[in-house]
Nanobody, 123 residues
Framework: VQLQASGGGLVQSGGSLRLSCAAS????????MGWFRQAPGKEREYVAG????????DYADSVKGRFTISRDNAKNTVYLQMNSLKPEDTAVYYC?????????????????WGQGTQVTVSS
């Protein structure tokens, strides 16, 4: 499956952005999906995940209550709605696809990756 992330940009602290990740290739709905982010000088970290049915949304503690992951299997797209953004949310955001089963939080459990989209939150 090929993944294309979009929707990043520059936003002020407290603002919102919605990231999208469009999938092509093998059946999108056979994959669980996740969002990760990587800030300069830091390791890639898990942000959120969702299963192939659009259930069991899971979030890192740092974004819980502010971010919402969802998917539309008819459109082969997964979304990340980000509200109440903070400067520490600044990073390149990546979408990724993993096999079925429980939603995974480790990057090495994901098989396919998008190219990343930059999110910058100014204070």
């Amino acid at each position: 499956v090929q993944l294309q992330a979009s929707g990043g940009g520059l936003v002020q602290s407290g603002g919102s952005l919605r990231l999208s990740c469009a999938a092509s290739g093998r059946a999108f709905k056979t994959y669980n999906m996740g969002w990760f982010r990587q800030a300069p000088g830091k390791e890639r970290e898990y942000v959120a995940g969702i299963n192939w049915l659009g259930g069991a949304p899971d979030y890192a503690d740092s974004v819980k209550g502010r971010f919402t992951i969802s998917r539309d299997n008819a459109k082969n797209t997964v979304y990340l709605q980000m509200n109440s953004l903070k400067p520490e949310d600044t990073a390149v955001y990546y979408c990724a696809a993993s096999g079925l089963g429980a939603v995974r939080t480790r990057a090495d459990h994901y098989d396919y990756w998008g190219q990343g989209t930059q999110v910058t939150v100014s204070s």
